[in-house]
């Protein structure tokens, strides 16, 4: 059996389109950068906002601005 690779920020950060802002409030709000690998919508999928628009929701939901 192979081993599991971790999951890093910077993979994070480019699968995802993030920038450093991005990063931080996802850090603030406690997500892993697995979890946001795991947000990214697929084709079928429309429904569903991109990682960067769901993590500045999420974040101005619970902190009420974003850091831009």
């Known amino acids: 059996m ?3 690779q971790k999951t890093t920020w910077a993979e994070a950060k ?3 389109r993030l920038n ?3 990063i931080q409030m996802a850090k603030e709000l406690g997500m892993t950068p697995k ?3 795991k947000n990214i919508p697929s084709p079928s999928q429309q429904w569903k906002a991109p ?3 769901w993590v500045r929701e999420l974040y101005e ?3 009420g601005a ?3």
Do not use: N, P
Request: with cysteine.
């Open 51 to 53: 990682v960067k628009v």
């Open 14 to 16: 480019k699968r995802c």
């Open 20 to 22: 450093q802002a991005d």
């Open 61 to 63: 939901e619970k902190f």
């Open 66 to 68: 974003t850091h831009d």
């Open 35 to 37: 979890s946001l690998l």
């Open 2 to 4: 192979g081993k599991k």
